[in-house]
């Protein structure tokens, strides 16, 4: 097996390192999730886009991106929240899962369908440092699209939460592959569960954890609703 490290310079001048793994005649680059590496990013999860799809299918939403703002609030993930606006018409990040954001959390306005163009969220992004991003929000056809491909193109990772995106739209199929094409990674609540923690005897569960991080919510579901 054959083990080295690359480096590749983006726009932004930072750099961010891949781990490649296999044969040295099949050289595959493997990324894993990092708590230290990733933020996560909620794309605006607003009453206005709620009340357009199904009330069971809205409920399940709010239930599932609330745990995931605790998942990611346990590791000190930092999170960044877009509401679009107008946001007097289309409301605020629910508080079922508001309650739940902590200090690592940021709530940016926006115009732009991408975020990347909009100059305060691209520069936060930048200052956090982080190269890996967790998605979740919607619609999955415009801005959890578009803010994708936007953060795809500036060198970060994007790894989507397919229980956690939605849209008006029936078929967002296209959407989907399109992301996926263009280098997305799609993920289930339960494999970033497992991901983040590890192992039965592993992070959660050492002294530099305990240390670090206040003792894991025993009320935290390992899968979504």
């Not at 809205?58 to 703002?69: A, C, E, F, H």
């Not at 609030?73 to 606006?85: A, D, Q």
């Amino acid at each position: 097996m054959l083990s080295s490290r690359l480096w590749r310079n983006f726009d932004d001048r930072s750099n961010i390192s891949i781990t490649v793994e296999g044969s040295r005649g099949d050289m595959t680059a493997v990324r894993h999730i990092v708590p230290d590496r990733c933020c996560g990013v909620i794309v605006d999860l607003q009453g206005f886009f709620l009340s357009q799809v199904d009330k069971r299918l809205g409920s399940r939403i709010k239930t599932n991106t609330g745990n995931l703002v605790r998942l990611l609030g346990h590791f000190r993930i930092p999170i960044v929240v877009t509401l679009e606006r107008p946001v007097a018409h289309k409301g605020s990040l629910p508080k079922e899962i508001s309650k739940h954001l902590s200090d690592h959390a940021r709530t940016f306005e926006k115009d732009f369908f991408n975020l990347c163009k909009e100059k305060d969220i691209k520069k936060h992004l930048g200052r956090l440092k982080r190269r890996q991003v967790i998605m979740a929000g919607c619609e999955t056809d415009v801005c959890v699209l578009q803010s994708c491909l936007g953060l795809l193109g500036l060198g970060y990772e994007v790894y989507v939460m397919e229980e956690l995106i939605f849209s008006s739209s029936r078929d967002v199929d296209a959407a989907i592959a399109r992301m996926k094409s263009e280098g997305a990674i799609f993920l289930t609540y339960k494999s970033l569960y497992y991901e983040l923690i590890e192992s039965v005897e592993g992070p959660l569960n050492s002294k530099k954890s305990v240390e670090t991080f206040e003792s894991f919510p025993d009320d935290l579901p390992d899968s979504a609703v």
